[in-house]
RNA sequence: UGGGGUGUAGCCAAGCGGUAAGGCAACGGGUUUUGGUCCCGUCAUUCGGAGGUUCGAAUCCUUCCACCCCAG
């Protein structure tokens, strides 16, 4: 059956070449380039080249850097403009991993493409997927395939879900192989010197200007640099001495206003989310979900009620408070994803 | 001008004769396919200045300086 493998060049993505090879699958493998073709990305081809070569595989290269600054990049400024904290990581999925990505394989001949992602799908002979978190729960990467949808997930396949992070390596090295590139994928992948701050003030949008930092009885503290600096739960870079560490409760975008408060303030019992991705009905949900709103910090249990402006969740514990433009991740018991959203309040 | 009070790192602050706690901020690093969180590390040869007492002072004494409060 014919696969394209999704390789970034590094480990993950390359074992999941080979075990699909030895499942019997015949893979092509795919790599597409965000960022132009500088020398590094022709070397990155160059050595991909050759594991490829080295496995029996033909290499597709697909120059995919103009959709992904109008569908990632241009939307991710476009979020800090208006005061969001947007999970660029989530969106590429959705539109250029498993979506422009999986248009162009379709011209070389396959409808299926595999990626590295550490999550689980079940087909069930049942539509669609069920999409679960992967085994190995440190790595899991569901979260960010929340908002790929039922049609793309019907073309995807992820090798690794049930292999653990740290088996990945020496699974290669037993197969004679290494990653190409040395570090893992990680921070933004398009951000250089992983700062955003900086990349978002030479990309010529008009950005929000300075404004006044206060707590919440209202008592002034100092001046912001832009609301788009700053984030909810941001605790460094506030520059505010007291005598206990403060943190980013809120972004008041109407009066281009910060508001912080020690960590005994940051908790919040609910969020809404315009829903994006239904995976699972909403009218099918359990009365009980687990919602995760960041890909680190633990699901929490939520009880979800649809609103007019898509869901109103409320937490059953109070949890650190959501971040709008961020994604908000609905989990059942068993660990489905029963589908995710954009966090707006 | 009388009377009282306070001066310890960028901010807050402990210490009250035995050789400068702690918190915040900042900076550096680690964890992490988003932002953020979290974790670790660094950060006053010196206590407003100058003298003195003492084996030894941020701590006691003298004096000067600065700021604050109350009177007028």
């Not at 899991?140 to 049930?162: N, T």
């Not at 303030?265 to 991705?277: D, G, P, Q």
Request: hydrophobic share 35%; charged share 20%; aromatic share 8%.
């Amino acid at each position: 059956m014919p696969v394209a493998v999704a390789l970034s060049g590094g480990a993950d993505s390359l074992l999941a070449l080979c075990l699909l090879q030895e499942q019997g699958y015949d893979p092509v493998a795919v790599h597409a380039s965000f960022l132009g073709c500088g020398p590094k990305e022709q070397r990155l081809q160059e050595q991909l080249a050759g594991v490829c070569a080295q496995r029996g595989v033909a290499l597709h290269c697909l120059d995919l850097q103009e959709t992904f600054e109008q569908q990632v990049i241009y939307p991710f400024v476009q979020a800090y403009a208006r005061g969001l904290t947007p999970n660029p990581c989530a969106w590429c999925n959705r539109r250029i991993k498993f979506g422009k990505l999986v248009q162009e394989v379709q011209g070389l001949g396959s409808n299926l493409v595999a990626t590295g992602h550490y999550a689980t799908l079940r087909r069930d002979c049942r539509y669609p997927p069920g999409l679960y978190r992967g085994r190995d729960a440190g790595k899991d990467q569901s979260y960010f395939l929340a908002l790929v949808s039922r049609e793309q997930l019907e073309a995807a396949l992820f090798p690794l879900s049930g292999w653990r992070k740290e088996e990945v390596r020496a699974e290669l090295a037993r197969r004679g192989l290494s990653a190409v590139t040395a570090r893992e994928s990680q921070e933004i992948c398009f951000i250089p010197h992983n700062d955003y701050r900086i990349f978002l003030n030479v990309q010529g949008t008009q950005l929000p200007g300075p404004g006044k930092i206060v707590d919440s009885y209202g008592r002034f503290w100092g001046w912001h640099e832009g609301l788009h600096k700053y984030t909810v739960g941001q605790r460094r870079g506030l520059g505010i001495a007291c005598s206990e560490p403060l943190y980013v409760l809120k972004k008041d975008v109407n009066n281009n206003t910060l508001m912080v408060g020690p960590r005994s303030e940051l908790h919040a019992t609910s969020c809404r989310v315009r829903l994006i991705n239904d995976l699972v009905r909403v009218t099918s949900w359990p009365e009980q979900v687990w919602v995760q709103t960041n890909y680190r910090q633990p699901a929490g249990l939520a009880r979800v009620q649809e609103a007019e402006q898509g869901l109103a969740v409320l937490f059953d514990e109070p949890r650190s408070p959501a971040a709008p433009g961020q994604i908000a991740v609905f989990y059942s018991q068993q660990g489905r994803v029963l589908g995710g959203g954009e966090i707006h309040g």
